[in-house]
């Protein structure tokens, strides 16, 4: 571990979907916040710093941070924002204390529906003059990224089917109340094709939702004695190109890169095995299945053989939660994955909570055809100093 | 625990002019970042990480704009990640970028950005879509009228008056004009000042900053990186941030959580970033001040927030020459944010200028002396405040 000084999760909260409609922004963050630092056990008292994200564009407002001011308890406290990605506020509050100068961070991030036409804000990251005209969005792009994926690799329909059977049946056995989407495979293989090739019953419908989690430092978990932690172990982050006409969507170096990094600082060579549970980010199913290569899970050549491996109750469960697949609130899935994750670590994860984990993946990514690319590993076991 | 040293390696900004029709955005970030590299004599593939600068996304029409900016700075397979604090985002990259090397994560970090704001159409339409759409956004706010109320308040606390503003002014642009990168750089007087047009009363047109375009981008690397390879930094030795609430109407009226005219929260900011640097009486510790003061009145808040008057003093130090070069602590060298204002690099302007500076670099107008210099950024609606010590 190159850090300055150990850190982890000592608290989490996730509230998707926020139905209803009742609550405003400011009420929600507030809500979310509050609840994050009583599962640590913590007050507003207790934080150094805060770090957010947001985006503009599905917050319909001019730096978007701003209104969290007030809501996570930043009036008078060190407050930074990232815009670009959920996780990225996770990966600002990791190297702030990690840097030994803050003790505690609040993660936030948020991600509303209020906006007139989700698609139509998110098309305003194309450039104006050469792709804006196109109907590229994330839905769009991703599907995009399926074509080319499925191109290389056939298979890749059918498995995609099975990957969001999956996702879809964990997510019922997690979030019984909430993800009421259908769990059946006709239902999902004939559901309409609304991107081709990806299907309706593959993704979930974007949702309002909002993510928090408590930072802590090595030195305040043992002052404190908060035993239920999901230290770091190992973090990458990297990004793809800026066009996706440079990218070969049929890859994801950028999330090779983030692997790589993470693995190296977590001692991991073996991960099918190194790993309890992994939380894998599946804007489609295409794109998890694209993730198990970046991720080192398994190559291409072995999705078939090696599938059932990701099931419950096998070799490495993954996306227990469900996933996006089934709980979608668009700018902060990201960090719902890392926050799943810690709640398998910390043992809080309630109905979709596995069995002795003691090291968890997360994997997050976001923008067009999973420009961002983050990756975490966190586990059970303390410092040594700690332990 | 020990902090880890952390210093500036390079420094690269354009020339700010208020539009660049030669250059897109991604070209203008990019002409920074080229400056930037050859100033650290650096290859791209010594960068680790880039932190990338940039505030609303709707100044530049684009949303999460950054993406675009990926290949100009370099940051292809690499850690990548963008900060928006509003006007403070260019001091706030510069924290992250710190942070990116203080946790240990990384050796040599990028921070860049630019942009295009005297091509965005009109500013003050998009910045008054910062506040909440159902309360204050249907008021005729935007970042003048907001601090147009903040100098009334000051005004009617202090006694501050018109003059007083227009001194900033004369005082910015004489430093401005000894500057090459600066946008407004040809000099004033008081009465052409007092003879501008009101644009939001008692702030007239001469008591602006321009709408700039242009970009700024700095290399940070770790104490040992700059060892081993015996390279001249200038250390960052404080850093701070805080946050005001939200709601303008929260710092006004009765019971109010903040007095508008004393910009606590950037107080208590220069108050961490001080501690951390070891400065216990700034008066007598800083040699140079890169303040962030979009407006005249708003230097003075920037002055005492520092520390460097008490509050309601600086107007009457201006007038005396304290803060200009050649007095005792000149402030805003470069001519400052009133003399350009690229708003997603602006804040980190000032650290890039308080750096030069302090490294004896700043050309013509360099403070003699120099060797401990501070600097701050102001986002949202005065809202977030970043500061910074910087030492030779």
């Given at each position: 571990m190159p850090y300055n000084a150990q850190a982890g999760v000592i608290g989490s909260a996730t509230h998707a979907p926020i139905t209803g409609g009742k609550r405003s922004l400011e009420e929600i963050l507030y809500d979310v916040g509050q609840a994050a630092l009583a599962d640590a056990g913590l007050t507003f008292e207790d934080i150094d710093g805060i770090a957010v994200a947001a985006n503009d564009q599905l917050d319909g407002r001019a730096i978007s941070v701003m209104a969290a001011s007030g809501s996570v308890g930043g009036v008078g406290r060190d407050i930074l924002s990232t815009p670009s990605a959920g996780e990225h506020a996770f990966v600002l509050g990791i190297l702030r204390v990690a840097s030994g100068q803050y003790r505690t961070q609040l993660i936030v991030s948020w991600s509303p529906t209020d906006v007139g036409s989700i698609p139509d804000a998110l098309r305003l990251g194309n450039d104006p003059y050469f792709h804006r005209r196109l109907p590229l969005d994330d839905f769009s792009s991703n599907a995009l990224q399926a074509a080319a994926l499925a191109g290389a690799v056939p298979e890749a329909h059918e498995l995609a089917l099975s990957i969001a059977l999956r996702n879809r049946r964990n997510g019922a056995r997690a979030y019984p109340e909430s993800a009421k989407l259908s769990a059946q495979a006709d239902a999902i293989s004939k559901s309409r094709v609304t991107h081709w090739p990806v299907r309706e019953a593959m993704i979930?419908?974007?949702?309002?939702g909002a993510v928090a989690l408590v930072i802590a430092s090595e030195n305040y978990i043992k002052e404190r004695r908060h035993d239920r932690?999901?230290?770091?172990?190992?973090?990458?982050?990297?990004?793809?190109?800026?066009?996706?006409?440079?990218?070969?969507?049929?890859?994801?170096?950028?999330?090779?890169?983030?692997?790589?990094?993470?693995?190296?600082?977590?001692?991991?060579?073996?991960?099918?095995?190194?790993?309890?549970?992994?939380?894998?980010?599946?804007?489609?199913?295409?794109?998890?299945?694209?993730?198990?290569?970046?991720?080192?899970?398994?190559?291409?050549?072995?999705?078939?053989?090696?599938?059932?491996?990701?099931?419950?109750?096998?070799?490495?469960?993954?996306?227990?939660?469900?996933?996006?697949?089934?709980i979608n609130p668009v700018f902060c899935t990201g960090l719902m994955r890392i926050a799943a994750a810690a709640d398998q670590v910390r043992g809080t994860a309630r109905n979709y909570q596995a069995a002795n984990v003691r090291t968890a993946l997360a994997h997050a990514a976001s923008g067009f055809a999973m420009q961002y690319q983050t990756v975490v590993v966190l586990g059970a076991e303390g410092p040594r100093s700690h332990a | 625990m020990k902090t880890p040293r952390i210093g500036i390696i390079g420094i690269g900004q354009s020339a700010f002019k208020p539009r660049r029709d030669d250059a897109n955005y991604p070209d203008l970030v990019r002409e920074a970042v080229r400056l930037c590299m050859q100033d650290a004599k650096l290859d791209f593939d010594d960068i680790e990480a880039v932190v990338y600068s940039l505030s609303p996304d709707a100044m530049v029409g684009i949303g999460n704009a950054e993406r675009l900016g990926i290949d100009a700075v370099g940051a292809r397979n690499k850690r990548f990640l963008r900060i928006n604090t509003g006007g403070s985002t260019g001091i706030s990259s510069v924290a992250a970028a710190y942070y990116h090397i203080a946790s240990g994560a990384c050796d040599v970090v990028l921070t860049a950005g630019a942009d295009k704001v005297g091509e965005?159409?009109?500013?003050?339409t998009v910045l008054n879509k910062i506040w909440d759409p159902t309360y204050e956004r249907p008021l005729p706010l935007g970042t003048i009228s907001m601090l147009a109320m903040s100098a009334v308040r000051y005004m009617h606390k202090y006694g501050m008056t018109e003059i007083d503003m227009?001194?900033?002014?004369?005082?910015?642009?004489?430093?401005?004009?000894?500057?090459?990168?600066?946008?407004?750089?040809?000099?004033?007087?008081?009465?052409?000042?007092?003879?501008?047009?009101?644009?939001?009363?008692?702030?007239?047109?001469?008591?602006?900053?321009?709408?700039?375009?242009?970009?700024?981008?700095?290399?940070?690397?770790?104490?040992?990186?700059?060892?081993?390879?015996?390279?001249?930094?200038?250390w960052i030795t404080g850093v701070g941030h805080c946050s005001e609430t939200y709601y303008i109407g929260d710092r006004m009226g009765t019971g109010y959580t903040a007095d508008h005219a004393d910009a606590f929260?950037?107080?208590?900011?220069?108050?961490?970033?001080?501690?951390?640097?070891?400065?216990?009486?700034?008066?007598?510790?800083?040699?140079?001040?890169?303040l962030y003061a979009p407006f005249s009145n708003t230097e003075f808040h920037a002055i005492e927030g520092a520390g460097l008057a008490g509050l309601g003093e600086s107007p009457a130090q201006t007038a005396e020459g304290r803060f200009s070069i050649g007095g005792a602590i000149p402030v805003n060298p470069s001519g400052g944010t009133l003399c350009t204002n690229a708003i997603a690099v602006t804040a980190m302007v000032r650290v890039a200028e308080a750096a030069l500076q302090v490294s004896g670099r700043a050309g013509g107008?360099?403070?003699?002396?120099?060797?401990?210099?501070?600097?701050?950024?102001?986002?949202?609606?005065?809202?977030?405040?970043?500061?910074?010590?910087?030492?030779?």
């Open positions: 979930a419908p974007p949702v309002t932690v999901a230290w770091l172990k190992g973090m990458g982050w990297a990004t793809e190109a800026a066009f996706l006409g440079d990218r070969d969507l049929t890859t994801a170096p950028a999330l090779e890169s983030a692997r790589e990094r993470a693995y190296e600082e977590a001692g991991i060579t073996d991960p099918l095995d190194a790993f309890d549970v992994a939380e894998v980010s599946d804007a489609t199913p295409y794109q998890e299945l694209l993730a198990y290569e970046g991720l080192g899970l398994c190559t291409r050549a072995k999705w078939r053989e090696r599938i059932g491996d990701f099931q419950p109750g096998g070799r490495l469960p993954v996306n227990l939660s469900g996933g996006a697949t089934c | 965005c159409g009109d500013s003050q227009a001194r900033v002014v004369v005082k910015n642009r004489e430093h401005a004009a000894l500057n090459p990168n600066a946008h407004l750089c040809k000099r004033t007087s008081i009465d052409e000042v007092m003879g501008s047009r009101y644009i939001s009363w008692p702030i007239k047109l001469f008591d602006c900053c321009p709408q700039s375009s242009g970009g700024c981008a700095m290399v940070l690397a770790s104490e040992r990186y700059i060892r081993e390879r015996n390279l001249d930094a200038v929260a950037l107080g208590n900011s220069f108050k961490r970033a001080y501690r951390m640097a070891g400065i216990t009486e700034p008066q007598k510790s800083v040699h140079v001040a890169e107008h360099q403070v003699k002396g120099a060797r401990v210099g501070i600097a701050n950024g102001n986002g949202g609606d005065h809202q977030f405040f970043g500061t910074m010590v910087v030492e030779a």
